[in-house]
């Protein structure tokens, strides 16, 4: 197992829609147990294969207390969404150190395959529901910056900017 690099915005990778799986061979199952290792060692509850610069739709998450549980989502897709939605404080490990308040669904089913390539389908809320919809959107090459106006965004491009000079 290895810790890969997390890329950081507005590094160009962010922006691309990833592929899906066609086979979950040897090469997937090391990606996922290296994503699982990169996402426990920076301390994320989630962590999509684009963050590292592997576009392709692998996605870790643990939204557990005990960090003990670890999810692991290939080919995600959400299946049903509440019309209820949440308010939460996001934060991304591609956007370090920035935190704002996203509104999404607050409840949704998604369906994926598992490290075996089993498909299951899981109910989420609360923060894995908020996580599942992050994480997809990483895959479909979107930020959750992207909602905040471009005067935000514009200084969190500098701060990232600054980061990367320090
Ligand atoms: O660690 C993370 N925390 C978080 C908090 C609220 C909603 C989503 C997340 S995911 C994030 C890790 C990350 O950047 N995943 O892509
Ligand atoms: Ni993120």
């Not at 197992?1 to 690099?5: E, F, G, P, Q, T």
């Not at 590292?52 to 996605?59: A, M, T």
């Not at 471009?150 to 900017?161: N, P, T």
């Given at each position: 197992?290895?810790?890969?690099?997390i890329?950081?915005?507005?590094?160009?990778?962010?922006?691309?829609?990833?592929?899906?799986?066609?086979?979950?061979?040897?090469?997937?199952?090391?990606?996922?147990?290296?994503?699982?290792?990169t996402m426990y060692d920076a301390e994320g509850v989630g962590l999509?294969?684009?963050q590292?610069?592997?576009?392709?739709?692998?996605?870790v998450m643990d939204?557990?207390?005990?960090?003990?549980?670890?999810?692991?989502?290939?080919?995600?897709?959400?299946?049903?969404?509440?019309?209820?939605?949440?308010?939460?404080?996001?934060g991304c490990l591609s956007?370090?150190?920035?935190?704002?308040?996203?509104?999404?669904?607050?409840?949704?089913?998604?369906?994926?395959?598992?490290?075996?390539?089993?498909?299951?389908?899981?109910?989420?809320?609360?923060?894995?529901?908020?996580c599942?919809?992050?994480?997809?959107?990483?895959?479909?090459?979107?930020?959750?910056?992207?909602?905040?106006?471009?005067?935000?965004?514009?200084?969190?491009?500098?701060?990232?900017?600054?980061?990367?000079?320090?």
């Open positions: 197992m290895a810790i890969r690099d890329m950081i915005f507005p590094h160009p990778c962010l922006r691309k829609v990833a592929a899906e799986v066609q086979n979950i061979d040897d090469e997937i199952q090391t990606l996922v147990d290296d994503m699982l290792e999509a294969a684009t590292i610069n592997v576009i392709k739709r692998v996605v939204c557990s207390e005990a960090g003990d549980s670890p999810i692991v989502a290939i080919n995600p897709m959400i299946v049903t969404a509440s019309s209820e939605t949440a308010e939460r404080s996001e956007i370090p150190g920035v935190h704002d308040n996203v509104t999404r669904p607050a409840q949704v089913t998604f369906r994926a395959l598992d490290r075996s390539g089993e498909s299951y389908e899981m109910a989420a809320e609360g923060l894995l529901a908020a599942i919809q992050h994480e997809i959107d990483h895959l479909d090459g979107k930020l959750f910056i992207d909602g905040l106006s471009s005067l935000k965004r514009d200084r969190i491009r500098k701060k990232m900017e600054k980061l990367k000079r320090d």
